[in-house]
């Protein structure tokens, strides 16, 4: 499910950084949830040591 009030208030930068984009995912998965993490997100997260989060998924 959508979380509308997130997305309008947490835009991904237009040209992100790879940090940029792992933070953004990472705080996505928490609160939205939406839409599964890329899998290159997920490598690099795992790559630097953190869990993945799992994907927030409302009943």
Not at 3 to 31: C, F, G, S
């Amino acid at each position: 499910m959508l979380n509308r009030d997130w997305h309008k208030t947490y835009r991904m930068p237009e040209h992100p950084t790879l940090d940029q984009r792992v933070d953004w995912h990472l705080a996505h998965a928490i609160a939205c949830g939406c839409r599964e993490m890329p899998d290159t997100i997920k490598r690099e997260i795992e790559k630097r040591g953190l869990a993945v989060p799992e994907r927030n998924r409302p009943n």
